[in-house]
């Protein structure tokens, strides 16, 4: 089977992104600005060091004012400015938000909600995806600006929309509804075969004609699971249909790699992002610390994992990050010195060929007036400044790292399907959630020194030592089947609770937990017993545990540690099984941090997973390889200066290591050695 990246490299029309060295960018904005204020961007973007602008995103309006209309004198001068500057363009199809002359005329254009009501122009993204209305205006503005700019030099890489779903993925308009029929036809051919996939058995909700099923609204009681899971994977399919729509339109006009900026974050989950890879030439995701998490800087981390695993290993690119503050979260935090430059090496280290910024110039007025941008309202005799001119500095030294690739041993497996499943209406514990097993394995990884690949359940893992299955609720057979026989051929899996329990119907795996995985782990759950959330729980070892447990009775599996109190005292919390070569270890519970760190490393050291030296919740080691060279980033986030052994030449400070590497608190140092064979 093709993978991913060899589907995408595969496909007609592919166009690999080129660039000299690692890219330093931003979004630009300038018409929010008097043109007079250009110049000085530019001149202030070539002592930035500044290389990759994105423009034009939101340039509807500007660049097509009225109907039939296309005024572009004012971006062929941006471009001409930027280029001029030898800044190269990331171009913005500028279809993200729709003006008011085109909303005005097409009401039937706007997205409703699962309430039946309909969301207004006024913010932006206000477009149905299923709209052909929407799609036959945005494609015929994608043409001129494509026609018009196909060729010109400066245009290194199309920016199709933008964030595309991250406020409209889910409508419910007519045309949505009818769209999503004809998704459920093409996906199970007759209505009886809906019927038996979505269990509409259960309270009366069988479906006899095609015409009476809706997508998800709002009901009185909770919705059919199965229903909206498949509302879920249609929602994501039809917009990356639009983002095919627009891609083809570019590729009758230009040769240059076509893209659009990826949420792979924790608050935004409309896309499943592995159906994405193949259609995009360059996999661009979109980063920004959210505080609204317990640890922000570890999630930065997780989603940099996942974006190189989307990318199949190759590089990648940071399309937008922040300097400081955004304006979006409830509590927006400005970052500590130094710590802009940290998050950015932490996608570096983690596999990213270029870090970008939202946005050059912070905006005076709208929305996000108190956004933090590359030159903030202080100007350049600010910290951020001075900091932002430091980052571009250190970018262009370390060029060298542009195609290294991150070396993993280990693997996460992560998957849209079992997120939107997991996180239902309706499951045993509201407060047991997906990403919260995910982030946490993740950072018990991390802290334990070992940087893991996140990968896709179906993906090859042929190649790993070890194996994680945070919470994988929704698993089909041929990945539960693909994970057997990695472990029957030696290697190692850690499964976590609440796996493998649904198929991909959302039906529930009958016969005792964890359904898919019960032979691979050789253990058997009777029953969940989720406890309330501060509820003590323990295991014999003494190990903290919380919020879930479940009654295992163990078939081949020999037990490690067992619950020492709750409601499935006595019996077992940790079992490892020995299964064919290799071996499934399977945890029941959520460990606390310290517990779950122990027993990561004691799996991981078992399993012969290399664990980098220096490495802990705070201090980040990760390794990119070249032919010749091994790169060794450390991110030091603490307050205590640290030293490592190390041998080589430091790109950060330039000096030559020879034995110890030191690096201060809240540095960054990135050491080239031999590669070791
Ligand atoms: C992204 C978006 C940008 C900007 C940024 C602010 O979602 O693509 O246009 O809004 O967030 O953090």
């Known amino acids: 089977m093709e993978t991913r990246v060899e589907q995408q490299r ?23 600005w008097d043109p007079e204020v250009w110049s000085e961007d530019v001149r202030l973007m070539r002592e930035a060091g500044v290389d990759l602008v994105a423009i034009n995103i939101f340039g509807w309006s500007q660049v097509n004012p009225r109907k039939g209309d296309f005024e572009f004198g004012a971006l062929d001068t941006v471009i001409g400015l930027l280029h001029d500057a030898g800044i190269r363009v990331n171009l913005g199809t500028a279809t993200a938000s729709p003006p008011p002359w085109l909303t005005a005329r097409h009401p039937e254009i706007l997205p409703v909600a699962d309430d039946g009501t309909t969301r207004f122009p006024g913010g932006r993204q206000a477009w149905c995806p299923s709209s052909p209305v929407f799609r036959r205006y945005a494609l015929e503005l994608v043409e001129q600006v494509a026609r018009r700019y196909g060729d010109h030099p400066a245009v290194a890489l199309w920016h199709v929309s933008n964030e595309l779903g991250c406020h409209n993925a889910h409508c419910h308009c007519a045309e949505s509804t009818a769209s999503f029929r004809r998704w459920l036809e093409r996906r199970y051919g007759s209505v009886a075969e809906l019927n038996r996939a979505w269990g509409t058995s259960f309270w009366s909700q069988r479906y006899d004609e095609w015409t009476e099923i809706l997508t998800p609204l709002r009901t009185l009681s909770t919705r059919n699971p199965s229903q909206v899971l498949d509302f879920h994977r249609f929602s994501s399919d039809e917009m990356l249909d639009y983002y095919r729509a627009e891609a083809e339109v570019i590729r009758r006009h230009s040769e240059v790699a076509i893209t659009t900026n990826f949420m792979v974050t924790a608050h935004i989950r409309t896309q499943d992002y592995f159906g994405w890879t193949p259609e995009v030439d360059l996999v661009a995701n979109d980063h920004y610390l959210d505080h609204r998490l317990d640890d922000p800087t570890a999630e930065l981390a997780f989603a940099a994992d996942l974006t190189r695993g989307l990318a199949g290993g190759a590089p990648w690119l940071l399309m937008e990050s922040s300097t400081g503050a955004v304006n979006w979260q409830p509590h927006n935090l400005a970052k500590a010195p130094g710590e802009m430059t940290r998050n950015a090496v932490q996608h570096l280290a983690r596999g990213a060929d270029g870090i970008c910024f939202f946005q050059w110039r912070a905006s005076a007025q709208g929305s996000e007036k108190f956004h933090s941008a590359l030159l903030p309202h202080a100007g350049t005799d600010s910290g951020v400044w001075r900091e932002v001119v430091a980052l571009g500095g250190l970018l262009d030294r370390v060029g060298e790292l542009a195609g290294t690739r991150v070396a993993a041993d280990t693997a996460l497996l992560f998957s849209w399907d079992a997120w939107w499943a997991f996180d239902a209406d309706i499951r045993p514990s509201n407060s047991v959630s997906y990403l919260d097993q995910v982030h946490a394995l993740h950072s018990a990884l991390r802290a334990a020194g070992v940087t893991a690949d996140v990968v896709h359940p179906a993906d090859d893992l042929s190649k790993y030592r070890l194996v994680v299955v945070p919470g994988l609720y929704a698993v089909t057979d041929a990945a539960a089947d693909a994970l057997d026989a990695y472990v029957t051929a030696g290697g190692t899996v850690l499964v976590t609770c609440y796996s493998g329990i649904v198929d991909e119907h959302d039906r529930v795996r009958l016969g005792g937990y964890p359904g898919a995985y019960r032979d691979l782990v050789g253990a058997r759950a009777e029953e ?115 030293e490592l052994p190390a041998t080589g030449e430091e790109l950060v400070t330039g000096a030559s290591v020879a034995g110890r590497l030191a690096v201060p608190a809240g540095a960054v140092r990135i050491v080239r050695e031999e590669a070791v064979a």
Request: aromatic share 8%; with cysteine; net charge negative.
């Open 10 to 32: 595969s496909r007609p029309g592919f166009r690999p992104f080129r660039h000299d060295g690692i890219a330093f960018g931003c979004d630009y904005n300038p018409e929010q």
């Open 528 to 642: 969940f017993a989720p406890v309330l959330p501060g509820a003590a729980l323990t295991l014999e070892s003494g190990a903290a545990a919380g919020r879930w447990s479940e009654r295992i009775r163990v078939t081949t599996a020999e037990v490690v540690d067992r619950f020492a109190d709750g409601p499935s005292a006595g019996g077992p919390a940790i079992t490892r099984n020995r299964r064919g070569a290799g071996t499934a270890w399977y945890l029941a519970t959520l460990l606390g941090e310290e517990s779950l760190l122990r027993l990561v490393e004691r799996i991981a050291d078992e399993a012969g997973v290399t664990r980098a030296e220096g490495a802990s919740a705070e201090v980040e080691v990760v390794r990119r390889m070249s032919a010749t060279h091994a790169y060794r980033f450390v991110i030091n986030h603490g307050d205590i200066d640290l």
